[in-house]
């Protein structure tokens, strides 16, 4: 996660100041709810499922990541409006270098597939979600 939160996207937020408290919980089947962040305790939770890949976890982390960047925002769809989904772009291109996907939903799936196709650094970051 250290490497994730020293993106240049987060310089000016809570994120490179201090590490947000991550639970990894384990579900049997994957779940409808992948992960979820509660800014206003500066916390973080991710599920690990049979058959998750290396694209989804990094996903879903980064997705976490940039909720307690943003917060809420003062626009229409205040979690997952123009701003969270302009600055999860951006943190997808720092740290993935996927910068032609634009997302009309912020639904978990499309950057794993480009993460996995991409397969950058997996090796390493493969462990991060839930060695952290
Ligand atoms: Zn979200």
């Known amino acids: 996660m250290s490497r994730l939160r020293a993106l240049p996207v987060f310089a000016d937020?809570?994120?490179r100041r201090r590490q947000p408290e991550?639970?990894?919980?384990?579900?049997?089947?994957?779940?409808?709810?992948?992960?979820?962040a509660v800014p206003s305790e500066f916390?973080?939770?991710?599920?690990?499922y049979p058959g998750i890949r290396g694209g989804d976890a990094l996903e879903v982390l980064l997705h976490e990541l940039v909720h307690l960047h943003v917060g809420?925002?003062?626009?229409?769809h205040a979690w997952h409006g123009r701003?969270?989904?302009?600055?999860?772009?951006?943190a997808m291109g720092e740290?993935?270098?996927?910068?032609d996907l634009l997302p009309s939903n912020t639904l978990h799936g499309t950057y794993a597939e480009a993460i996995e196709r991409?397969?950058?650094?997996?090796?390493?970051?493969l462990t991060i979600p839930f060695a952290a």
């Open 43 to 48: 916390r973080l939770s991710v599920t690990d």
């Open 13 to 15: 937020g809570p994120l």
């Open 95 to 99: 740290a993935y270098g996927i910068t």
């Open 118 to 125: 991409t397969r950058v650094g997996i090796g390493d970051q």
């Open 22 to 36: 991550l639970k990894v919980r384990r579900s049997r089947k994957r779940p409808n709810r992948v992960g979820f």
């Open 83 to 90: 701003t969270f989904k302009r600055t999860l772009a951006r």
């Open 72 to 76: 809420r925002a003062a626009e229409a």
